[in-house]
Each structure stands twice: as structure tokens, then as C-alpha cells.
Nanobody, 121 residues
């Protein structure tokens, strides 16, 4: 069993910054990939950014140049640095991890509970 816990969300003004964290715990052998997704009220959940265990990254066009995804493999923790925030960034942000565990039967995709990000004057 693996658990993901997000933190760092909150209320910020347009142009402000937030740093989200995703801490993974459990019998983890390797996290092959971590990603951040977001879902605004009444809208479909969408991919924001992903990062592999060797550092390869991908970003949605809407956040390129503003958001940076990173990870600390020793801590099994991922991060999303969000700068120049816009009202349209308002959403619940979810962490996803593709996890290889000590017990192979527990390996798979895990999701966090989400953290609210609100960008408003």
C-alpha cells in the first residue's frame, strides 16, 4: 500500500506564487514517474506536468514558462513550483505517482487527495 499526501495549496493574488509538495510513503522501491493534474469546477481533469525518475519533464502548454516540476528521489517527494499565477489556474491539484513497490502486487498508479489552489484578487 502506498499513500500520497499533497500540501502547499492556498489563496494567492494573480501574479503570485505557490509551491506544492507531494510526499509518498509505503514500501516503495521506485517511483517511475510523478505528475500533477488539476480539475476546475465543472471541468475535466487535465494534466499539468510530469517528471520521470531520470528527470525528463513535460508540461501542458498553458503552464509552460510559469510552472516547474521537480522531485527529490531520496525523500520520495515531488514538487510543483507555480509562478505568475492566473485566475484560470484555480483548481484542485492532484498528485499522481507510478510506483514500483517491494511487493510487486502493490505496484501501480496512486493518487493523492488533492489540494485547493485559488488565484483571485
Amino acid at each position: 500500500q502506498v499513500q500520497l499526501v499533497e500540501s502547499g495549496g492556498g489563496l494567492v493574488q494573480p501574479g503570485g506564487s505557490l509551491r506544492l509538495s507531494c510526499a509518498a510513503s509505503g514500501s516503495i522501491f521506485n517511483i517511475a514517474a510523478m505528475g500533477w493534474y488539476r480539475q476546475a469546477p465543472g471541468k475535466q481533469r487535465e494534466l499539468v506536468a510530469t517528471i520521470t525518475d531520470i528527470g525528463g519533464t513535460n508540461y501542458a502548454d498553458s503552464v509552460k514558462g510559469r510552472f516547474t516540476i521537480s522531485r527529490d528521489n531520496g525523500k520520495n517527494t515531488g514538487y510543483l513550483q507555480m509562478n505568475s499565477l492566473k485566475p484560470e489556474d484555480t483548481a484542485v491539484y492532484y498528485c499522481k505517482a507510478d510506483v514500483e513497490t517491494m511487493a510487486f502486487t502493490d505496484s501501480g498508479t496512486y493518487w493523492g487527495q488533492g489540494t485547493q489552489v485559488t488565484v483571485s484578487s
